[in-house]
T-cell receptor
Framework: GESVGLHLPTLSVQEGDNSIINCAYSNSASDYFIWYKQESGKGPQFIIDIRSNMDKRQGQRVTVLLNKTVKHLSLQIAATQPGDSAVYFCAENGGDYKLSFGAGTTVTVRA | DAGVTQSPTHLIKTRGQQVTLRCSPI?????VSWYQQVLGQGPQFIFQ???????GRGNFPDRFSARQFPNYSSELNVNALLLGDSALYLC?????????????FGPGTRLTVL
């Protein structure tokens, strides 16, 4: 079946460095992608989204890049802070009302 | 403004019992979706409701059912609980009415089945 997946389950980054979290998707019909952050004991928190007619979108300290040719999505976090430690999920929406999530990447920020 | 709220926060049940989980969407949002998140995995889609009608259903057995009320709040019911139903149940709301609206999640209900 088609699914969304992340390349690496864990990422350790030094405080102040930039983080890059990658995600591969296989549903070519997906036209909407979202990154969520989930802290322990909490629900997923919306970070940033991008639609398939865009290649890049920037938010506050975050940038999402979409490469439709290779079906790849990435989240870049600038100047990573301790509060950025969490599990990050990419999710795709193929226009059928549901979000399909990958397994997540656990980001740990080292002081 | 209040976000998505869910109750209860935690719940412990035994096999074979039934459970009802509740969700109130963000004010102004008319669509509610339910997801199951097993420990260590991403959320899995169960249902989406809009204007009290089911718009989407994931690959879950008929033991799972839901409904939406006129005030757009929603309930998820699970009958004949199994050990494997232990999970975090998440509710998400979205603004109408497209199929790709951004979904905002609540804190979840942690269900433990013994």
């Amino acid at each position: 079946g088609e699914s969304v997946g992340l390349h690496l389950p864990t990422l350790s980054v030094q405080e102040g460095d930039n983080s890059i979290i990658n995600c591969a998707y296989s549903n070519s019909a997906s036209d909407y992608f979202i990154w969520y952050k989930q802290e322990s004991g909490k629900g997923p928190q919306f970070i940033i989204d991008i639609r398939s007619n865009m290649d890049k979108r920037q938010g506050q300290r975050v940038t999402v890049l979409l490469n439709k040719t290779v079906k790849h999505l990435s989240l870049q976090i600038a100047a990573t802070q301790p509060g950025d430690s969490a599990v990050y999920f990419c999710a795709e929406n193929g226009g059928d009302y549901k979000l399909s999530f990958g397994a997540g990447t656990t980001v740990t920020v080292r002081a | 403004d209040a976000g998505v709220t869910q109750s209860p926060t935690h719940l412990i049940k035994t096999r074979g019992q039934q459970v009802t989980l509740r969700c109130s969407p963000i004010s102004g949002h008319k669509s509610v979706s339910w997801y199951q998140q097993v420990l260590g995995q991403g959320p899995q889609f169960i249902f989406q409701y809009y204007e009290k009608e089911e718009r989407g259903r994931g690959n879950f057995p008929d033991r799972f059912s839901a409904r939406q009320f006129p005030n757009y709040s929603s309930e998820l019911n699970v009958n004949a609980l199994l050990l494997g139903d232990s999970a975090l149940y998440l509710c998400a709301s979205s603004s109408p009415s497209g199929s790709t609206d951004t979904q905002y999640f609540g804190p979840g209900t942690r269900l433990t089945v013994l």
